[in-house]
């Protein structure tokens, strides 16, 4: 097993004692080492830990920070897995895993926090506990010093001739594509606010019912647009704006059937929005991403409440945490897409 430095690493046994002494404490913190939980979850299910289950998943649940189950039987993954924030086969991987959590702990503990949270939250609501958890953390350490390295530059965004979106109303159909192609179509403001419009209006026009939405270029969505990161007076303030000017808020109020077909990067935004959608599909060489561990930040377009109900929780705590690309075929195999396919359908 790779080096475990910075996260306490567990046998049954052991996990038993200390939630045994310390009742529903927490033995990790994101204030000091160690700020995460690595659970051998290999010899989960043996009489040392018999009759423990109920407390150990409690226990479990009140880290605060990440828990990481390692290997163990289905019957284990089934039980004391269950209560892990995600688990993995086996330590493959383990080694970015864990120094993404040691980089931005309280990334990390707000992550999991939120996706236990909202686990079973209706979607509406689940946005808002993303948005405050989103906006407190661009006031942490962590991303103060990327945007420290990074300063806003709006004015460096590339610019293309036309509106933001190319729309067209087609009998019941409403066709949105993404025209941004000289930035990746990046989640500009320019862009969040164009999509919120157009979904607004699928929410009072009732003769719309159905929304299709790609986009132009060489890929779907970049996610976030990096040169206006920290432009917010403050993180109240950024909390207020997206509780007014969310795509994904919007077209949850809309009744239309949507459909997504991405292709490409669909990195952050560009796959927490799809993946709201009634049914989303790929071109073969799309690649899924959620980098924002790397800025102190968890994804804050909708993806800690869309992704985890198609993947689930602890996938989505795995791909946020480890920000690893995936790629069509595993996307559909997990569920994130229903379609690979090499245009959009019609």
């Not at 189950?69 to 080694?95: E, H, I």
Request: hydrophobic share 45%; charged share 20%.
């Amino acid at each position: 097993m790779p080096s475990t430095s910075g996260c306490a690493s567990l046998t049954a046994g052991r996990l038993a004692e200390l939630a045994l002494a310390s009742a529903y404490a927490s033995a990790i913190s994101p204030l000091n080492s160690p700020s995460c939980l690595l659970v051998d979850l290999s010899d989960a299910c043996s009489a040392e830990t018999a009759g423990l289950q109920p407390r150990l998943r409690q226990w479990l649940a009140a880290q605060a920070g990440p828990v990481i189950g390692v290997g163990g039987s289905p019957a284990a993954r089934q039980d004391l897995g269950a209560a892990c924030d995600l688990v993995l086969d086996d330590d493959k991987g383990l080694s970015t895993l864990l120094d993404n959590i040691h980089q931005a702990p309280v990334a990390a503990m707000t992550l999991v926090q939120v996706l236990r949270a909202t686990e079973k939250m209706p979607a509406t609501q689940a946005l808002t506990v993303e948005s405050l958890a989103y906006s407190t953390l661009q006031s942490g350490a962590d991303f103060r010093r990327w945007s420290a390295a990074n300063p806003p530059e709006p004015q460096r965004i590339p610019a293309d001739d036309g509106p933001p979106l190319l729309i067209e109303r087609r009998n019941g159909t409403l066709e949105i594509r993404l025209n941004r192609p000289s930035s990746r179509n990046a989640m500009s403001i320019e862009m969040r606010d164009a999509l919120v419009e157009a979904f607004e209006l699928s929410v009072i026009d009732d003769g719309i019912r159905q929304i299709e939405v790609s986009g132009l270029g060489a890929c779907f969505c970049t996610g976030g647009a990096l040169e206006e990161f920290g432009t917010a007076a403050d993180p109240a303030t950024a909390h207020a704006v997206r509780s007014l000017r969310l795509p994904a808020a919007t077209l949850l109020r809309s009744t239309a059937a949507t459909r997504f077909h991405v292709h490409g990067a669909c990195i952050g935004s560009g796959i927490e929005l799809p993946a709201f959608a009634r049914h989303l599909s790929a071109s073969p060489g799309s690649f899924f991403q959620l980098p924002e561990i790397r800025f102190g930040l968890i994804p804050g377009a909708g993806g800690c409440v869309s992704i985890p109900r198609r993947i689930g929780r602890q996938r989505t705590a795995y791909l946020a945490l480890s920000a690893r690309r995936i790629n069509a075929a595993t996307a559909l195999d997990w569920g994130l897409i229903d379609e690979i396919t090499p245009a959009a359908a019609r």
